[in-house]
């Protein structure tokens, strides 16, 4: 059974940092496209960041300068470090596996995790 496993939110001032982990059990990690979303009240699920199973990222033009996506293969995680936090950035940020390169429809979301960015 694949399982998705968020951790790091929490509530942080403005301009400060944040690290969020996600662990994935039943899935081969290394192979699968590793994706961070968040959706504020409101508002739309969108793309964060992404990164392929050889390491190239990608972001969401708000975020580039001051988010860093990175993943471990031999621990099955990926994390999306988090500077110069804004209260805009204030979601529930979910982590995605996406297999579907090789299995149709192949992918799976976490549960969700809290980020509030406020004084």
């Known amino acids: 059974q694949v399982q998705l496993v968020e951790s790091g939110g929490g509530l942080v001032q403005p301009g400060g940092s944040l690290r969020l982990s996600c662990t994935a059990t039943?899935?081969?990690?290394?192979?699968?496209?590793m994706g961070w979303y968040r959706q504020a009240p409101g508002k739309q699920r969108e793309l964060v960041a992404d990164?392929?199973?050889?390491?190239?990222?990608n972001y969401l033009d708000s975020v580039k300068d001051r988010f860093s996506i990175s993943r471990d293969n031999d621990k099955n995680t990926v994390y999306l470090q988090m500077n110069s936090l804004e209260s805009e950035d204030t979601a529930v940020y979910y982590c995605?596996?996406?297999?579907?390169?090789?299995?149709?429809?192949?992918?799976?979301w976490g549960q969700g995790i809290q980020v509030t960015v406020s004084s």
């Open positions: 995605n596996a996406d297999g579907s390169r090789y299995v149709r429809d192949d992918v799976t």
């Open positions: 039943g899935i081969v990690f290394r192979i699968y496209r």
């Open positions: 990164i392929t199973s050889t390491g190239v990222t």
